[in-house]
């Protein structure tokens, strides 16, 4: 099968025609901006030792086809011809020729098969015919003997012959070069009749990965709201610390965009672990902001907007130490895993980089823009208050 990221399956009849439509294939790939370690199997690489009898030339000398077949079969392949038992087992007895008759081409050019039956004559009386004698000819003069090239391993599928040109992808999305590399094959290589192309590889999990995460990304997103409103019991407060989504999808943009990965399967899966630690250190910051306003004995309590201030300095300059501990903590996490070799690191490294991109961007936005908005709500509602409160003025 296909071990490398794509795999191109070409599938026919004529294993010679497979194997040109193979190189071709290949050629064109080579080409493709990101194709890396592209090679096509080898179908043709052995040679064959092929005997095809020559029906006039054994029917000239009396000698059957099968009978030329029988040789063959006992000199070469070794012919099965009783069974022994050894107790409960079983095993075939298979008579062949000795090595020294079957080793090269010449020798087997020079196995003896027995001719049509012939006349002897006697000079004792009179130069009279004796009975019929049994002639024995070489294999060469019944059979075309011959050494052809053939396939060094026969590859099938669905009754049908075929053959892989493997690939590798790099530095480039590999479902939008599979895209590109379907279309530059279709224009520049014609398919002879009954041959197919058909594309499969390690591509296919990644294709399906990005189906399930057109699922999964806005359900995630959409659990957060819900668990943090329900959470809160506020939708005011749920909105401003879902602020911090947007923050960390432009943060792991910018740094997607900088270290120059493609979108795949890791980058949607750091993009989901963004949004979570994002939203963790907007859950932070929105609870010190209540924190200092309940400390001051709640909304209901408080009757200046100079009060609010007061207490949403308090909350966010509170909550800068824990973030900047959180923050750094992270950032030490994440750093060696974009310059990673090891194993792994292939998935490890797209994956980090919208984690600290969206983790950097979000925590400014968390730290400049959900004060002002928690100020300025907070400030709304008690203007609402004292309005409610205040005495109507009679006509």
């Known amino acids: 099968g296909v071990r490398t990221a794509v ?14 439509l193979a190189n071709q294939v290949a050629a064109v790939l080579k080409d493709v901006r990101g194709a890396v370690d592209v090679f096509p199997d080898q179908i043709v690489g052995e040679n064959y030792l092929e005997i095809e009898i020559d029906r006039r030339k054994a029917a000239r000398f009396g000698v059957k086809v099968e009978d030329v077949q029988g040789v063959i079969e006992v000199a070469l392949g070794g012919k099965e011809i009783t069974t022994t038992v050894e107790g409960r087992r079983r095993f075939p007895v298979r008579v062949r020729y000795p090595r020294d008759f079957r080793e090269d081409e010449d020798r087997v050019r020079n196995l003896l098969v027995d001719a049509g039956e012939g006349m ?13 004698v049994k002639r024995q000819i070489p294999l060469s003069m019944v059979a075309d003997i011959r050494i052809v090239p053939g396939p060094s391993m026969i590859k099938s599928e669905n009754g049908r012959l075929r053959s892989y040109v493997q690939l590798n992808v790099r530095n480039r999305d590999i ?55 329900l959470a809160y019991r506020d939708l005011s407060d749920t ?33 989901v672990a963004c949004f979570g ?16 306003i309940e400390r001051r004995g709640g909304l209901d309590k408080i009757d200046s907007a100079e009060t609010i201030r007061e207490a949403v300095l308090e909350g966010a300059v509170a909550r800068l130490r824990p973030k900047l501990l959180t923050e750094g903590t992270m950032i030490l996490a994440l750093i060696p895993m974009l310059w990673s070799t090891g194993v792994g690191s292939e998935f490890m490294k797209p994956m980090a980089a919208p984690i600290l991109g969206g983790i950097l961007v979000a925590d400014e936005v968390i730290d400049v823009l959900i004060p002002v908005l928690f100020f300025w709500d907070r400030k709304r509602r008690l203007q609402k208050r004292l309005l409610a409160a205040a005495p109507s003025n009679p006509v």
Request: charged fraction near 10%; avoid cysteine.
């Open 175 to 229: 479902v939008g070069f599979v895209e590109e590399a379907r279309q530059a094959v279709a224009a520049q290589v014609p398919l002879p009749p009954g041959s197919a192309v058909e594309w499969s590889g390690q591509f296919e999990h990644q294709v399906r990965a990005q189906r399930t995460l057109t699922i999964v990304f806005p359900a995630v997103i959409a659990i957060i709201f819900v668990i943090l409103f």
């Open 239 to 271: 909105l401003m610390m879902f602020l911090a989504v947007p923050g960390a999808v432009a943060g792991g943009a910018i740094f997607q965009w900088i270290f120059g990965y493609p979108f795949s399967t890791a980058v949607w899966v750091g993009y």
């Open 277 to 292: 630690l994002a939203t963790e250190t907007g859950i932070v910051m929105m609870v010190y902001l209540r924190e200092a």
């Open 7 to 20: 795999g191109v399956k070409i599938s026919g009849d004529d294993p010679a025609a497979i194997q040109t």
């Open 120 to 132: 002897s004559m006697s000079k004792a009386e009179n130069d009279a015919p004796t009975a019929p």
